[in-house]
Every structure is written in structure tokens, then in C-alpha cells.
């Protein structure tokens, strides 16, 4: 069946650094993939979507892009912040409308 | 608006209590879901419904009874619940079920004692 990786956390970081949070899948058709990002003690929230192979989601700074010949949807942001520290999470969404999560990535941005 | 509510945000009850927990959304959204998030892991999903009607029950336990009486309202009901229910509930919906964004609400953090 359909699934997801991502790369295993948690991630220290400090302010100002690279972020680059793996994620890659495994799906039968053509998936929607999306990461969303949980701050302590909240909901979900969508950060950044692609729908097809080549688009590129962004938002906040953030950036992935939907590469199909490599089957991945890595998250990047050129500066991160405190403000940022979080779990991200990688899914993708077959055409039945489920959501296949990655086990998570906690993120935690020191000043 | 991209707005999903749920109330309560905390609830704790006994294992012999009934409660309910309530999810709104008014983004005309057909699909609704419920979620269970324990902590340090990625939600799972429990049902789906499509245009009011339960199109996926993902073998769940009868004490938890869900409920969508229109469109914009899910309910789940909980009943005789276990310590091991213990989690954070998420509610979530999307357009019509299909590949598009489902939409999170806050959740309601539910302890059992």
C-alpha cells in the first residue's frame, strides 16, 4: 500500500540555519502530497501542498517540490527561527481521500 | 476562511461516562473526518464521511459512535471508554473526499481516567 517516510527527529537546530526534512513515498497513482506542521499543544496546520509531479509548494519561507523520478517531497527553509520549532509532518492523498502521514519530524530551533 | 472549530478542547470523564464532541466547519466542505493523534505520532484516521454518509470506518470500537447531522456538524459520541482512548481528537474536512486539502481543526485533548 501507499506509505511515507521522513527523516527521524528529533532535529536541533540553530537560529538562522538550513532546513532540509526528508521525505519520501511510495504510492500506486498519482498522490496529492502536502506538509503540515503541529506547534505544542495545537491542530494541524497546511503549510505547503504540490498536486502533481514539478510543482513546487511554498509558504512561510518554506519550500518542497513534487519530484516524481526520485519519489520525494523534501521540506526546505533558507533561515529558521524559533518561532518554527514544531513537528512536520510529510503526507500524501490518494484518490480515495485518505491522508498517509510520515511518523513525524519534531523540529526545535535554539537562539 | 479555512476555519474548522471543535469544542471542547478539554474533556475528561470516567470510564462509565457518555460525551460528545462537536465539529464545525463552514467552508461548504463535504468530507468530514475524525482523527486520533496519541502523542509523538502522526494522526489516525477513524472515520470519513462523504456527503453525510459514512463512507470509511477504519475498525473502530463501537464506544465510539460517530454522527454527522448536516453537512457543517460531526459528532462523535464516546461511551465506556478505556484510559487507552486517551488522545488528542482532531477533526478535519475537505472538499468532496478526494485528493484536495483536508482542513484541521484544534482537536479536543481527552483524558479517561
Known amino acids: 500500500g501507499d506509505s511515507v517516510t521522513q527523516m527521524e527527529g528529533p532535529v536541533t537546530l540553530s537560529e538562522e540555519a538550513f532546513l532540509t526534512i526528508n521525505c519520501t513515498y511510495t504510492a500506486t497513482g498519482y498522490p496529492s502530497l502536502f506538509w503540515y506542521v503541529q506547534y505544542p499543544g495545537e491542530g494541524l496546520q497546511l503549510l505547503l501542498k504540490?498536486?502533481?509531479?514539478?510543482d513546487k509548494g511554498s509558504n512561510k519561507g518554506f519550500e518542497a517540490t513534487y519530484r516524481k523520478e526520485t519519489t520525494s517531497f523534501h521540506l526546505e527553509k533558507g533561515s529558521v527561527q524559533v518561532s518554527d520549532s514544531a513537528v512536520y509532518f510529510c503526507?500524501?492523498?490518494?484518490?480515495?481521500?485518505?491522508?498517509?502521514f510520515g511518523q513525524g519530524t519534531e523540529l526545535s530551533v535554539k537562539p | 476562511d479555512t476555519e474548522v472549530t471543535q469544542t471542547p478542547k478539554h474533556l475528561v470523564m470516567g470510564m462509565t461516562n457518555k460525551k460528545s464532541l462537536k465539529c464545525e466547519q463552514h467552508m461548504g466542505h463535504r468530507a468530514m473526518y475524525w482523527y486520533k493523534q496519541k502523542a509523538k505520532k502522526p494522526p489516525e484516521l477513524m472515520f470519513v464521511y462523504s456527503y453525510e454518509k459514512l463512507s470509511i470506518n477504519e475498525s473502530v470500537p463501537s464506544r465510539f459512535s460517530p454522527e454527522c447531522p448536516n453537512s457543517s456538524l460531526l459528532n462523535l459520541h464516546l461511551h465506556a471508554l478505556q484510559p487507552e482512548d486517551s488522545a488528542l481528537y482532531l477533526c478535519a474536512s475537505s472538499q468532496e473526499g478526494g485528493r484536495e486539502t483536508q482542513y484541521f481543526g484544534p482537536g479536543t485533548r481527552l483524558l479517561v481516567l
Open positions: 504540490a498536486t502533481k509531479a514539478d
Open positions: 503526507a500524501l492523498s490518494d484518490l480515495g481521500g485518505k491522508l498517509i
